[in-house]
């Protein structure tokens, strides 16, 4: 409760949902950006699909913001791949990352204890 | 049951067409946007619709999604990307700068302000490569004409409803024999009993096609014939154009002489038959045709341009039912 409290008011550059899986996606390493609309997909289970608009409007704004970077792929990339650019997630960004998952397990929590989650919660 | 090889097929068509269109969408963002992102969004969406791994209903869905997420996603790019450029005129207006034009304050210049910007360049380097360019206008009048193409035989299989009253309804009835697939011509007596005794259908009519022998006045013709019973115009819904079509009751059908095989007591012929065999006068009603070995028409009429419902099966005592329901 305390958490969110702090989180809601800490200032900070707000990303919208999109950004906020790709940044998820990126956690694990540097992606390309089909390889970020798989992760996303499958972390979702489906749910969240980002289509090619959506994911490189949000990759060019958080390019901006410092919140990603583009980098080279990994070293065993296969030669199809060679020609994409990777991004990955820069300290800013997990730094952004970080407080949004706070922020979000604050208001989780807070839905809990309004007993919004009755039924959902298999804790 | 679908082989892989077809569904491959369909997965890969729908590539293409949908990278197709999302070219098409792409021209909608603002030149630096796709310059920088294009090749990366258009192969992004090819490879989520090729992944075998999922359902090609899910890549359809998928194609639709990006193209209508293109076209919202493309518009507030150039919204975003026209207030950054009024934003940076208007700081080089305070400046003392001329991006503020003459009026002094900054001017809205639209979605579409970069639009003829970019027909230019595009222009421009059509006219610098006119090998490119003569071979697209070629891809592009090969890939319309084809498209034309499978379209019109499409609408005329598949979109255009047939010429009669209600289609729906219509119901072709044969005979079945466990021998053999599919159904078979059904003779005359057992047509008359299905008439007298069902009651499923709102009217039953008899007609089997047959090569036929036209004569008037010139050498004879060999033309498509159908012989039925005068019911058929009321199974199908039509009327004749001109003249008449004599004896349409719900009774038994007008040729019953013989209870095995009909004899023809009247004709009618289709539009374009009639617009070839026509006299000056136009009229044909009341002039009898010769068809077959027969001279003793009394009605004679002139149906749509429809004609009647055709079957490939040779012309013999027996026929084919077709039934309104």
């Known amino acids: ?38 992760a996303v997909e499958e972390a979702t289970h489906g749910e969240v699909r980002l289509p090619p608009g959506t994911l490189y409007r949000s990759i060019k704004k958080m390019l901006a913001a410092g919140l990603i970077e583009e980098t080279e792929g ?3 990339v296969e030669e199809d791949d060679e020609r994409r650019r990777y991004y990955a ?7 952004v990352a970080t407080r949004e998952a706070r922020r ?20 | 049951m679908r082989t892989a090889s077809t569904l491959t097929l369909r997965r890969w068509l729908l590539a293409v067409v949908a990278v197709g269109l999302y070219r098409i969408v792409l021209l909608a963002y603002p030149a630096p946007f796709r310059r920088r992102f294009g090749s990366e969004m258009l192969g992004a ?49 305070h400046a003392g700068g001329t991006g503020g034009g003459a009026g002094g304050g900054p001017r809205w210049r639209g979605p579409l302000a970069d639009l003829d910007q970019d027909l230019r360049h595009a222009l421009r380097l059509l006219r610098q490569r006119p090998g490119f360019t003569t071979a697209t206008v070629l891809t592009l009048a090969l890939g319309i004409g084809a498209n034309t193409m499978i379209f019109t035989v499409a609408s005329g299989m598949f979109l255009r409803p047939l010429p009669y009253a209600d289609p729906g309804r219509l119901v072709n009835v044969g005979e079945a024999t466990r021998d053999a697939d599919g159904t078979m011509s059904a003779s005359y007596p057992n047509y008359l009993d299905w008439r007298r005794d069902q009651q499923a259908f709102e009217e ?53 002489s013989s209870r095995c095989c009909p004899t023809p007591s009247g004709s009618a012929i289709s539009r374009g038959i009639r617009t070839r065999w026509a006299r000056p006068s136009g009229s044909t009603a009341g002039r009898t045709p010769s068809s077959g070995s027969c001279r003793r028409g009394s009605t004679s009429g002139s149906t749509p341009s429809c004609g009647c419902p055709t079957s490939s099966r040779p012309a013999s005592s027996a026929g084919r039912t077709t039934a309104s329901t």
Do not use: C
């Open chain 1, 1 to 38: 409760m305390s958490d969110a409290s702090r989180s809601a008011e800490t200032p900070g550059p707000e990303i919208t949902p999109a950004a906020f899986h790709i940044l998820l996606a990126l956690a694990d390493g540097a992606m390309h950006g089909y390889g970020v609309m798989q």
């Open chain 2, 45 to 93: 969406l090819r490879r989520r619709i090729v992944d075998r791994g999922r359902p090609l209903g899910s890549a359809l869905r998928f194609a639709l999604a990006a193209v209508a997420d293109g076209l919202r996603t493309a518009r507030l790019e150039r919204l975003e990307r026209h207030e950054e450029t009024n934003v940076v005129r208007d700081a080089a207006r």
């Open chain 1, 89 to 95: 997630i820069t300290p800013a960004g997990r730094r």
């Open chain 1, 104 to 123: 979000l397990a604050g208001l989780v929590g807070l839905a809990r204890a309004k007993r919004f989650l009755e039924g959902t919660d298999t804790a």
């Open chain 1, 74 to 76: 990994p070293a065993d």
């Open chain 2, 204 to 256: 039953m009519a008899l007609y089997w096609d047959t090569p036929l022998n036209l004569a008037h006045d010139d050498a004879p013709v060999r033309v498509n014939g159908t012989y039925t019973d005068v019911t058929l115009l009321d199974v199908l819904g039509v009327d004749p154009m001109l003249g008449r079509a004599s004896g349409r009751t719900r009774t038994a059908p007008a040729a019953t």
